[in-house]
């Protein structure tokens, strides 16, 4: 129990190396420092050559800053304005959004039925022309082809354009 006691007592004291070796640059010898405390001296000096060595002072690490509670109070109000600007600015941002969203889509739809119309009353002319011989089976089959695949890649370009997937030039 004795030697516990003894040996709680010496960890809670720092333990520093006595001595440190340095070889001289002049006649490298090794020289035995002296430590106080861990430090090394401010200089030291060759027994054997008498060099002089001058060791670079040693910076004691600041103690790290302490907080008032004025100051922790002053970072928690800083805190507490950036974020409500934060949710502010982003509710405003998803209401743009939304505005955003909701006025394309309205326009494509208001486009998708004015363009259905028309193709519609193109294709339905056709067919009344094909059907009492004024055309043939084959341009009115190459129109409603063409038309078909201009649908098609209208649609594409639209919901690309709606959901911001990227612009109506990529991809050609």
Not at 50 to 57: D, I, Q, S
Not at 74 to 97: G, H, P
Not at 134 to 149: C, K
Request: aromatic share 8%.
């Amino acid at each position: 129990m004795d030697s516990r006691i003894a040996l709680e007592e010496n960890m809670s004291t720092p333990l520093y190396a006595k001595t440190a070796t340095f070889a001289c640059p002049s006649c490298s010898t090794d020289i035995e420092v002296p430590l106080s405390n861990g430090l090394l001296p401010p200089s030291m000096k060759c027994s054997k050559c008498g060099f002089v060595y001058h060791f670079p002072p040693v910076q004691t690490q600041q103690q790290a800053n302490q907080w008032t509670p004025e100051q922790v109070e002053s970072l928690i109000k800083l805190v507490d304005t950036l974020a409500s600007k934060y949710i502010t600015f982003k509710q405003e941002e998803a209401k743009a959004d939304h505005q955003t969203l909701s006025t394309v889509t309205r326009h494509s739809t208001y486009l998708t039925i004015i363009l259905a119309t028309f193709l519609g009353v193109i294709v339905f002319i056709m067919s009344e022309l094909t059907y009492v011989s004024r055309v043939s089976g084959d341009a009115l089959l190459f129109l409603v082809g063409t038309i078909t695949g201009y649908i098609l890649l209208f649609i594409q370009r639209l919901t690309k354009t709606v959901l911001g997937n990227g612009s109506e030039d990529e991809g050609e």
